[in-house]
């Protein structure tokens, strides 16, 4: 259940704020990515670099960072929209409050506010401080906000008394997590599929300063890889050198060349459904100069070679109940080359467009897609995203 979820996990100034470097491990033995977010006060007891060097991931303490002006002060909104489940634990009684208060001054209250995720809080204190009216009236708050509450445990505290408020157990909270997460899940008709999605052009390097490459700028690559997500997909997006910006939710690879590509795809080549929409280059020359060829020593003729075809390799490999849909990007003959491309590289459908029409310009906001099977043919216009939600709909909703 917790594998490639994302997680957020908060960690607020408490003396349980230790057993979160543990919690964290723990989501990580399960399959969830994590990044943490903490407290000013949460530092005072567990250091950001222990946080950072387990998680991978930068820890967000502040919202502005005096120490590195140049972070990204915007974190919260770009967490806020990657997380499946933002865990706060421990969760002090200042934090609970601010929480409930609407309170956003340091980068923990503000990605509260900005998430898009279930929130979990685990109250954790001392006894008295957690039987308090006032911490009872928040809690009571939380909850009727939708916010998931988990009840701290009996136990020996920090002050030295035994009472109501130490932090669950790890296996506890993943329990809980998972529960939450179940709830929650996106369901549609890619629920627990592993999708693929290619994207963007290849760059294919003469010299180092040189490349053969083509316009794409990966717009159509990336509405199918929302729109997988939007059904349910668990979506990794390989894309080349593009200037659009990959939302955080999207995990996301990166090529240059068809090669590097090719590569990545091997690594991938049993997702369930695998959508090469990248603009590869079919040739690359035939030898790399390490050095910039000067134009007086420059031959006028370039020798290339060919690309190793991706497609048809996964075409030849097909596993059985695998979906492969491809792309065809033609100038002429539209739906006859898009026809012998889909029987010739064993595809399951194929998305053509003809590139003379101005709305099916390279890096142009909309696109005419004829979407092709051996038994089916239909047209659909308007901007990428709309079209990549109705072509999957279609694909994957058809009965």
Not at 16 to 34: C, D, H, I, T
Not at 131 to 154: F, T
Not at 270 to 294: E, G, H, L, R
Request: with cysteine.
């Amino acid at each position: 259940m917790l594998t490639g979820k994302r997680i957020i996990l908060g960690v607020t100034g408490g003396i349980a704020a230790y057993k979160a470097v543990y919690l964290l491990r723990e989501f990580q033995k399960a399959g969830a990515e994590v990044r943490v977010t903490m407290t000013p006060s949460a530092t005072r007891f567990v250091g950001t670099e222990t946080f950072a060097a387990l998680s991978q991931n930068p820890v967000a303490v502040e919202v502005f960072n005096d120490d590195d002006p140049g972070e990204d002060w915007t974190k919260h909104i770009h967490w806020g929209d990657w997380a499946d489940l933002f865990i706060i634990a421990p969760c002090t009684a200042n934090t609970l409050s601010k929480i409930v208060q609407g309170q956003s001054d340091n980068m923990l209250t503000s990605t509260v506010l900005a998430a898009r995720c279930p929130l979990l809080i685990c109250p954790t204190m001392d006894g008295e401080m957690y039987e308090s009216p006032a911490v009872s009236e928040n809690l009571n708050k939380a909850k009727s906000r939708g916010c998931y509450i988990l009840e701290p445990e009996e136990g020996y505290l920090a002050s030295g008394m035994e009472s109501k408020g130490r932090l669950p157990e790890p296996e506890t909270i993943l329990e809980e997590s998972q529960r939450i997460i179940k709830k929650h899940r996106i369901q549609g008709p890619l629920t627990g599929k592993k999708v693929v999605v290619s994207a963007g052009p290849t760059r294919e390097f003469l010299d180092p300063i040189r490349f053969i490459s083509n316009p794409s700028s990966g717009k159509m690559g990336l509405a199918m890889a929302e729109a997988a997500r939007v059904l349910g997909a668990n979506v990794t997006l390989l894309h080349g050198p593009i200037s659009i910006e990959i939302p955080d939710r999207i995990p996301s690879k990166t090529f240059v060349s068809a090669d590097e590509l090719f590569n990545l795809i091997k690594e991938d080549a049993n997702a369930d459904v695998i959508i090469m929409a990248a603009a590869v280059s079919d040739f690359k020359p035939s030898t790399f100069q390490q050095q910039k060829v000067k134009k007086e020593q420059a031959d006028t003729e370039l020798k290339l070679t060919r690309n190793p075809d991706i497609l048809e390799w996964l075409g030849n490999r097909k596993n059985e109940g695998q979906v492969l849909i491809g792309f065809a990007m033609e100038t002429e003959n539209l739906r006859q080359n898009a026809q012998k491309k889909l029987q010739k590289k064993n595809l399951d459908w194929i998305c053509a467009n003809d590139l003379a029409g101005e709305s099916s310009a390279f890096g142009s906001d909309e696109n005419r897609i004829l979407l092709l099977s051996e038994e089916t043919e239909e047209s659909y216009s308007g901007t990428k995203q709309e079209i990549a939600r109705k072509i999957l709909h279609r694909i994957f909703s058809a009965d």
